[in-house]
């Protein structure tokens, strides 16, 4: 059992940036997918980026240009760098990890092991 925790949420004015990380209990092995998710008040949880073993990346059309996915090579954990932020990035935002995905997933219910959430939000 992999358990993921977030770090790096906080408050930012819009434009400003800001890193996520994602620490693991053990090392998540390359068979995993590594995405990050977000919940805005009163919504759904909604995909954001994703990253594949082969350093293959997707991203949600609402942040690409803006967000970029990297992953620690040593432990497999994501990271999340988020430039020019809008108050509609506001969010909880969570990692996950998704097994042997054979295309990218955006649907929750598709990844194993998710984190406790990190709050951003974004002032205008």
């Known amino acids: 059992q992999v358990q993921l925790r977030e770090s790096g949420g906080g408050l930012v004015q819009a434009g400003g940036s800001l890193q996520l990380s994602c620490a693991a209990s053990?090392?998540?092995?390359?068979?995993?997918?590594l995405g990050w998710f977000r919940q805005g008040p009163g919504k759904e949880r909604e995909f954001v980026a994703a990253?594949?073993?082969?350093?293959?990346?997707y991203y949600a059309d609402s942040v690409k240009g803006r967000f970029t996915i990297s992953r620690d090579n040593a432990k497999n954990t994501p990271y999340l760098r988020m430039n020019g932020l809008k108050p509609e990035d506001t969010a909880v935002y969570y990692c996950?990890?998704?097994?042997?995905?054979?295309?990218?997933?955006?649907?929750?219910?598709?990844?194993?092991?998710w984190g406790q959430g990190t709050q951003v939000t974004v002032s205008s």
């Open positions: 053990g090392r998540i092995s390359a068979d995993y997918v």
């Open positions: 996950a990890a998704g097994y042997r995905h054979y295309q990218f997933e955006v649907e929750p219910s598709k990844y194993d092991y």
């Open positions: 990253i594949a073993y082969n350093d293959n990346t």
